[in-house]
């Protein structure tokens, strides 16, 4: 992958300071995903999306780094804040029908 963008090179270098924040290094990656520690640096720099995306991931789902601090305005973070906020309704509506049901299911008190 080509960087073809400056938003995207903001991407990769957004990528690469959370890391840093977080004390997780290139090393760290390449064990936590067995891959050699090339291919993270290869992520890490536009040249492998799938890894690449493997990593953004995983800060979003294991660190909960927000999405847009990632991808910031890009159509991509926009695409996967959309996917975000339309999951948390699902989950809301889930969460709405478990209650109902736990409700029809819990014995009634003898009055």
């Given at each position: 992958m080509t960087l073809n963008s400056d938003n995207e090179q903001m991407m990769y270098l957004r990528v690469k300071g959370i890391l840093k924040t977080l004390a997780i290094n290139q090393k760290d990656l390449s064990r936590r995903f067995g891959l050699a520690q090339g291919v993270v640096s290869?992520?890490?720099?536009?040249?492998?999306?799938?890894?690449?995306?493997?990593?953004?991931?995983?800060?979003?789902?294991?660190?909960?780094?927000?999405?847009?601090?990632?991808?910031?305005?890009?159509?991509?973070?926009?695409?996967?804040?959309?996917?975000?906020?339309?999951?948390?309704?699902?989950l809301a509506e889930l969460r709405s029908e478990i209650k109902e049901l736990k409700s029809l299911v819990q014995p009634k008190p003898r009055t």
């Open positions: 290869l992520a890490l720099n536009g040249g492998n999306e799938k890894t690449f995306r493997r990593i953004t991931d995983l800060l979003v789902q294991e660190h909960g780094i927000d999405p847009q601090l990632i991808f910031g305005e890009t159509e991509r973070g926009d695409k996967i804040m959309n996917q975000l906020e339309a999951i948390q309704a699902e």
